[in-house]
C-alpha cells in the first residue's frame, strides 16, 4: 500500500490503461498492486474532498489517509456495481463527521461562521462578546446535528463558497439536487436557532 499522504507515487508496473472495475477486482483479491494503482487514481480527488469539508490540508491528509486504510479493510465487500470513488466518499464523510464530533475540534472550515456570529468584545459591552461567542457555538452546535447530506452541501456552499455548480460537481449530484440540500439544511438551521431563542420566528431576525 502507497503511504505517502502528501504525494503519491506512480505504482510501478502497473497497467496504465487497466480498466477501474480490473482494478479493483485485482485488489479484492489481494493484488497490492492493484490497490497502489487506485490509490494513486483517486488520491488527489479525495484530498480535494475533505480538504473542502474540512477547510484544514494537514487534518485532511490524515483524514484521507484512514479513509484509504478503512477502505482496504473492506473491500471485500465493496459491490463492485457501485461507483468506487462514491464508495470511498461515503467513508471519507463518515470519518469527517467523526472529526467534526470530536470534543473541542473545531476546523477551519467554521471560521467564517465563527467570524460572522461573533462581534469583538469592547470595553463598555464585555457581555456583548461573550454573548457573540456562545451564539457562534450554539450555531455549530446545530451544524452538527445535520443530516451528513445537508451539512456537506452546506459547508461547501455557505463556508466553503462553492457556486452550485461546483458544489454538485464535487459531491456527484446535480446542481439542482445540491441547491435543494443547502436550502434545507438552511431551513433546519434556522428552525433550530429560532426554537433555541437565538433568531425571532417573526422576522428570522436575531431577537
Known amino acids: 500500500?502507497?503511504?505517502?499522504?502528501?504525494?503519491?507515487?506512480?505504482?510501478?508496473?502497473?497497467?496504465?490503461?487497466?480498466p477501474l472495475a480490473a482494478l479493483v477486482e485485482r485488489a479484492r483479491g489481494g493484488d497490492m498492486q492493484?490497490?497502489?494503482?487506485?490509490?494513486?487514481?483517486?488520491?488527489?480527488?479525495?484530498?480535494r474532498h475533505v480538504t473542502y469539508l474540512t477547510g484544514d490540508v494537514n487534518a485532511a491528509e490524515d483524514l484521507v489517509q484512514e479513509t484509504f486504510a478503512q477502505a482496504l479493510a473492506s473491500l471485500i465487500r465493496f459491490d463492485a456495481r457501485a461507483p468506487f470513488f462514491a464508495w470511498l466518499r461515503g467513508i471519507a464523510l463518515n470519518i469527517v463527521r467523526k472529526h467534526w464530533r470530536a470534543r473541542g475540534r473545531r476546523t477551519r472550515a467554521y471560521t467564517r461562521i465563527e467570524a460572522e456570529t461573533s462581534a469583538t468584545p469592547s470595553?463598555?459591552?464585555?457581555?456583548?462578546?461573550?454573548?457573540?461567542?456562545?451564539?457562534?457555538?450554539?450555531?455549530?452546535?446545530?451544524?452538527?446535528?445535520?443530516?451528513?447530506?445537508?451539512r456537506e452541501a452546506f459547508v461547501l456552499c455557505d463556508l466553503?463558497?462553492?457556486?452550485?455548480?461546483?458544489?454538485?460537481?464535487?459531491?456527484?449530484?446535480?446542481?439542482?439536487?445540491?441547491?435543494?440540500?443547502?436550502?434545507?439544511?438552511?431551513a433546519r438551521i434556522r428552525v433550530a436557532l429560532t426554537e433555541l431563542g437565538w433568531l425571532s420566528p417573526a422576522t428570522g431576525g436575531p431577537p
Open 1 to 18: 500500500m502507497v503511504t505517502s499522504a502528501s504525494d503519491p507515487a506512480p505504482a510501478p508496473d502497473a497497467d496504465v490503461d487497466a
Open 34 to 47: 492493484a490497490w497502489a494503482r487506485l490509490y494513486q487514481d483517486h488520491w488527489a480527488r479525495l484530498m
Open 123 to 150: 470595553a463598555d459591552d464585555p457581555e456583548g462578546g461573550h454573548l457573540s461567542k456562545l451564539r457562534a457555538q450554539t450555531l455549530l452546535s446545530v451544524l452538527d446535528e445535520l443530516p451528513d447530506h445537508l
Open 160 to 186: 466553503r463558497d462553492m457556486s452550485a455548480d461546483e458544489a454538485a460537481e464535487e459531491l456527484g449530484i446535480s446542481p439542482g439536487n445540491l441547491r435543494v440540500r443547502a436550502t434545507r439544511a438552511r
